[in-house]
């Protein structure tokens, strides 16, 4: 248990399109929304006078029996943020321990540090993966609730899956499991390496899923939680599921949903940019953690700070972190061009 977790960020300019050239700051799909989703969303419109639970509880079946579950299974919300959010604050309000990676993904911990949760925290292994052991080992009577990133942000690693599963199913008998899978579609499994099926066999384990990558509907706003029913229930009880989305963005998920030739197109560019980037770290000699996401990270020898200002000052947004004592660069994959520009700031900073 690292109880001096380091992991922060470096506060980056408040530079916002249309200033930057190249948007590689937020893992978003330079490429959504899918043309057809987009559509949906503007015919919505129409309908606005009226609250959308039809065509929620519409959208809840659709992903109830992709995801193999019952609707009762699905929380709705407008991005996994929310979804996050209101964990922490439903398992954290009396206290207790969050156990999950160093770093990870800081939503949900956050919330619940803020809401009088603490932090346990466990370094990753040397492959970037889960420290699963000593996680499983760290679980006691404090514990309200393990949180895995899977893949990780932002480190953009994945852990194995036939080990996380596993480790899922033995945790779950104590406490619940939070599998954040933001980026699952971008892996190189994709989503062969879900733990959504632990759901439907029971298990006290919750899945988070989003419409803000690979579906490229970040600004959006949508995402939903599989969990048993008696969680979904615990979180209604005190907030409204699936109230803060709007109809025209609920159209444009069912949408996207309904079609594959987006997504794949989206995850072949993303997989183009992430080998062209990978390549250039490599040859740069740059200590890179090999990435299944959108995004990459790599480890840069000045000041974050000061690195943002001169790569901000290029037109280029990207976002820096300090953990392990280190200092590092993430890049999101955007288009070609944007990567370029990227590459091309980097040469340029550090010549
Ligand atoms: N989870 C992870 C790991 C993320 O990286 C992000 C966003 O970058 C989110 C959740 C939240 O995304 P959203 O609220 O857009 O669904």
Redesign the pocket.
């Given at each position: 248990f690292n109880s001096n977790h380091s992991f922060n960020e470096f506060t980056p300019p408040n530079t916002f399109e249309p200033e930057l050239k190249a948007i590689l700051r937020?893992?978003e799909n330079p490429y959504g929304p899918p043309p057809l989703a987009a559509k949906a969303f503007q015919d919505e419109v129409f309908a606005g006078n009226r609250y959308a639970w039809k065509t929620l509880n519409n959208l809840i079946e659709i992903i109830a029996e992709k995801e193999n579950v019952k609707p009762e299974n699905i929380l709705m919300a407008p991005?996994?943020?929310?979804i996050?959010e209101k964990v922490a604050m439903v398992f954290f309000q009396k206290g207790g321990d969050v156990i999950s990676a160093d770093p990870s993904?800081m939503?949900l911990i956050n919330v619940s540090q803020s809401v009088g949760g603490k932090w346990k925290s466990y370094k990753l292994l040397p492959d970037s993966q889960h420290d699963l052991k000593a996680m499983e080992a760290a679980v006691d009577v404090n514990t309200k609730l393990v949180y895995i990133?899977n893949p990780n942000?932002p480190t953009g690693s994945i852990t194995d899956s036939n080990k996380l599963k596993s480790f899922c199913s033995k945790v779950s008998e104590k406490v619940p499991v939070f599998v954040?899978e933001?980026?699952i579609e971008l892996s190189d499994n994709g989503l062969t390496d879900s733990m959504v099926s632990l759901v439907s066999e029971g298990k006290n384990v919750m899945v988070?899923r989003?419409f803000?990558k690979i579906h490229g509907m970040?600004g959006l706003?949508i995402?939903y939680l599989v969990g048993k029913a008696e969680t979904i229930n615990k979180i209604n009880e005190i907030t409204r599921g699936g109230m803060g989305i709007t109809g025209p963005s609920i159209k444009a998920a069912t949408t996207s949903l309904q079609g594959e030739d987006f997504l794949n197109m989206s995850k072949s560019k993303i997989a183009e940019a992430r080998a062209y980037t990978e390549n250039y770290l490599k040859q740069k000699k740059y200590n890179y953690l090999p990435s299944q996401t959108n995004f990459m990270i790599f480890e840069i020898d000045i000041d974050g700070q000061e690195f943002l200002k001169q790569i901000y000052s290029k037109q280029v947004g990207v976002r820096a972190f300090t953990f392990w004592g280190k200092n590092w660069c993430r890049v999101s994959m955007g288009t070609m061009d944007e990567m370029k520009l990227f590459t091309n700031a980097m040469d340029e900073i550090f010549a």
């Open positions: 937020a893992n991005g996994s943020s929310d996050l993904y939503s990133c942000n954040d933001a980026y988070a989003t803000s970040a706003r995402g």
